[in-house]
């Protein structure tokens, strides 16, 4: 049915397009002729193929265009009054006598235009009669056409102040109530439309209606190129009238092309100045007109204006435009009951965008707009509109792109708010192009308050939300985000110890509800922190202006010793509730400090003291989270950090802890391997343990070793205890007996080594092991171990050369590495001196 129908309307179109021409070449006959009366009778004819009410709008245009094209030729004609012998009000009158008032009132249209141009009448006069003359047909197709055909013929001739028929202001009037009268009447013909034929085919109309938008929308056009209409006509009488037709109008269509009109051909200079009525017709529309679109459209136009030069900034706060888009913005929500949750927060994006341009130090602005969505999103459940969702985030992500940094959001009271609405998995999206804003724009935030309402803001990152396992995360997913949360972690710094203290707090109280999945990323940035501050305060023994520095870690090594003398019990548990709670502040301090007599300083040691305390908690709680791995490395992390503060008890107690989760936590044999060397080589490094402290964890960590699963890892565990023995720059730890009995254990380990692997494999195994001992035995011998001689060296030596030779598989690797070894100590004879001295007696 539909093929057959387009096929008809181009077989008419095809006839109407014939008898067009056929009547244009008699027509151009009668022109060549100068024959005007034939001319009139073959142009009527012409038009009459307008006539046609079987065409669709597009194909109606095409025919127009045909008619439109002679009826040119025709006006040249008409013009040349030597030729026909006319003049122009005769001609005018004449052609009135056609028998069919389409074609009678195109001809009037095409001499008026003559006429005006003539002036051999006043312009305002012929224009009033042609439109309204023009009311004669109320075909809308044929009519809009018509009155599109006098709008352009005459727009040329409209006396305005450039054109030749210039005139006052009274003259100009006209030529503006010539335009609206025209536009009036053609909006009429066009919303009449919709009421023709059944209602089946509404679409079809509809289609119809957007093609003949543009003959409408023509006629505000010409109204805005109309160089006499100033701010002050515009505003008295061009856009009451225009917004009178729009809201009469009552058709949905007509509205939302009109206001759309409207706002694209005027200056935005006018659209500021007129803004409370161009706002006030938008609650009278009809609800199912798309208001935001229009509005968004409009605020667009405005903040665009607005950037292109400061000096109208004034401007905008003399008219007060965002109060009075807000409150539009308002009554249109509230007048339209229906508008979807999306419509209404796509108004409040586009008004926070134009707040945003506009008026980018007002922050009470911006707040405002965010309190208004949650106005309007309260008492309803979570977004679940994906579309409404995605307006939200735009919503929370433009005051990030336009400030570049967090901390102003987060003095938004309304911005944590507005995120609550949003569904568990889009939380989550906003909290990491939160703190991708952060990362990316190198954000610090540097106090706990802000700290506690940024994790507010991210906390679908930081614990299970309701209704979202754990165990359904995407695996990736769920580690890029708690990385990502990690990373934010060191962006948190205050120079203040005092108020880093609180920002730690307030992470820990955080991140610790997070889970025994999310703690392994999260705790090691947490105590990294932590250790941060503790090396910070290692360096501040010492005075500053005459008054002695608040925290130094030597100072927190005393009270840790002394807290019992120094502090009455209920202080420090006080204290120590104060911190786990981050319930202190510097005005409860000066408080404990007036009611006990302790002066301010020494609290805030207990303080940290206290931190202490609670930062082994806090990597206790790895171990409950199957990470006894990450948890013994922070424990030695911390150690180390003690150290570097002369905290003996502090590093004592990390170790014991390092110590107790490698009995009972650590069960896998190569976790072991790798936890015991990290145990050893950072309890080398210490030099804060007596004696006493020192001799009982080098015992267990050679106990350890000695334990280990596999030979050739307890042979490398007990040499590497060796250094333990041995420390260059401590004095104190020389005990070269102690070192030589690690040695010749793990050459007796070696040795078992190697009879386990002549038994399983029929052949000696690998004699890497002996010539890694050799390389510790090189080493002590020249660190001047008395123990280590150069016989022992030697029997070493011949060993290895020994196993080489009874092998019947050659181990390319080792033979490698013993060769390396051997060209070392060649080299070192042949260097002379003291050095060339100590390997003389040695023979490779």
Not at 778 to 786: A, D, I, R
Request: net charge negative; aromatic share 8%.
């Amino acid at each position: 049915m539909i093929a057959d129908g387009m096929e008809d309307e181009d077989k008419w179109l095809a006839e109407g397009i014939a008898g067009i021409q056929h009547h244009a070449f008699y027509m151009h006959r009668a022109l060549d002729a100068n024959n005007l009366r034939e001319a009139l009778k073959y142009s009527a004819q012409l038009l009459s193929e307008l006539r046609t009410s079987r065409l669709s709008p597009h194909k109606y245009f095409e025919l127009y265009m045909r008619a439109f094209d002679e009826l040119r030729k025709l006006e040249m004609f008409f013009k040349e009054e030597e030729r026909h012998g006319c003049s122009v009000a005769d001609l005018y009158e004449l052609v009135q006598h056609a028998g069919n008032i389409l074609p009678r009132l195109y001809l009037l249209c095409t001499v008026g235009s003559v006429y005006i141009k003539s002036k051999d009448a006043p312009a305002k006069d012929v224009l009033k009669d042609l439109v309204e003359m023009c009311r004669g047909v109320q075909h809308p197709i044929r009519g809009l056409f018509l009155r599109s055909y006098l709008a352009q013929v005459s727009r040329d001739k409209l006396p305005d102040i450039v054109s030749e028929c210039e005139g006052d202001a009274d003259t100009i009037m006209d030529a503006v109530e010539f335009v609206l009268q025209n536009f009036t009447e053609m909006n009429k013909l066009w919303v009449r439309m919709q009421l023709q034929g059944p209602v089946r085919v509404i679409e079809k109309r509809d289609k119809e209606r957007n093609e003949l938008r543009d003959l409408v929308g023509k006629n505000l056009h010409v109204l805005s190129q109309i160089e006499g209409v100033d701010l002050e006509m515009y505003k008295d009488t061009v856009l009451p009238r225009v917004l009178e037709q729009v809201v009469n109008c009552k058709d949905e269509l007509a509205q939302y092309y009109l206001m759309d009109c409207i706002i694209q051909v005027f200056p935005d200079e006018y659209h500021l100045q007129t803004l409370e009525t161009l706002l006030g017709a938008c609650p009278q529309l009809q609800p199912t007109v798309d208001i935001k679109t229009v509005l968004s459209l409009l605020m667009e136009r405005l903040s665009n204006y607005a950037a292109s030069s400061p000096e109208l900034l004034p401007e905008f706060l003399q008219v007060e435009a965002f109060a009075k888009l807000s409150s539009a913005i308002g009554k249109v929500i509230e007048a339209q009951v229906d508008m979807p949750v999306v419509g209404a927060i796509t108004l409040y994006v586009s008004l926070l965008t134009f707040t945003l341009r506009v008026h980018p130090d007002r922050l009470d602005y911006v707040d405002q707009v965010l309190g208004a969505c949650v106005k309007k999103l309260s008492g309803k459940a979570k977004l679940e509109d994906s579309k409404a969702t995605k307006q939200v985030v735009a919503l929370l992500s433009a005051p990030l792109e336009k400030y570049s940094d967090i901390v102003t959001a987060l003095t938004l009271s309304n911005y944590p708010r507005v995120m609550d609405h949003l569904d568990d998995g889009t939380n989550k999206v906003m909290a990491m192009v939160i703190i991708q804003s952060i990362m990316t724009n190198n954000t610090c935030i540097s106090t706990a308050d802000k700290v506690e309402v940024l994790f507010e803001l991210i906390k679908g990152l930081i614990k299970d939300l309701e209704g979202t396992p754990v165990d359904e995360l995407d695996e990736e997913d769920f580690k890029e985000e708690q990385n990502s949360v990690a990373r934010l972690i060191h962006m948190l710094y205050n120079d203040d110890p005092e108020e880093m203290l609180k920002i730690i707090c307030t992470v820990k109280k955080h991140i610790m509800t997070g889970g025994p999945k999310r703690l392994p990323f999260t705790v090691p940035s947490l105590v990294f922190s932590a250790l941060k501050l503790i090396r910070r305060l290692q360096g501040q023994d010492g005075e500053v202006d005459g008054e002695e520095v608040p925290a130094t870690p030597k100072k927190i090594f005393q009270l840790l010793n002394q807290a019992s003398s120094a502090f009455p019990p209920y202080i420090c548990c006080i204290a120590y509730h104060m911190v786990w709670s981050r319930a202190y502040f510097p005005d409860v301090l000066c408080c404990l400090s007036h009611l006990f007599g302790h002066d301010y300083n020494s609290l805030l040691l207990l303080l940290v003291i206290t931190q202490s305390i609670i930062l082994y908690q806090t990597i206790e709680a790895l171990s409950c989270a199957q990470s006894p791995e990450l948890a013994l490395r922070l424990y030695l992390q911390c150690a180390e950090a003690a150290n570097d503060s002369d905290l003996e008890p502090v590093a004592y107690e990390c170790f014991t802890q390092a110590f107790l989760l490698y009995e009972e936590e650590v069960a896998d044999s190569k976790a072991q391997v790798t936890a015991i060397h990290l145990i050893i080589g950072t309890l080398q490094r210490m030099n804060v343990f007596g004696v006493e402290n020192r001799d009982t964890l080098t015992h267990k960590a050679t106990g350890y070793s000695a334990k280990l699963l596999k030979k050739p890892d307890q042979c490398r565990a007990v040499y590497a205890c060796s250094h333990l023995f041995w420390v260059d720059d401590q004095d104190g730890i020389k005990d070269g007996e102690r070192v030589l009995l690690c040695l010749k254990r793990s050459l007796r380990i070696a040795n078992a080594a190697q009879q386990m692997a002549n038994v399983a494999r029929g052949s000696s195994g690998p004699i890497t092991l002996f010539v890694e001992i050799l390389n510790k035995y090189l080493y002590f011998f020249e660190k001047g171990n008395p123990q280590i001689t150069s016989a022992a060296i030697q029997g070493l030596i011949e060993l290895i050369k020994n196993m080489r030779s009874d092998t019947t598989t050659p181990d390319r690797a080792s033979d490698a590495f013993f060769a390396s070894v051997s060209r070392y100590i060649q080299f070192q004879k042949e260097k002379g001196g003291a050095m060339g001295d100590l390997y003389s007696s040695i023979n490779v």
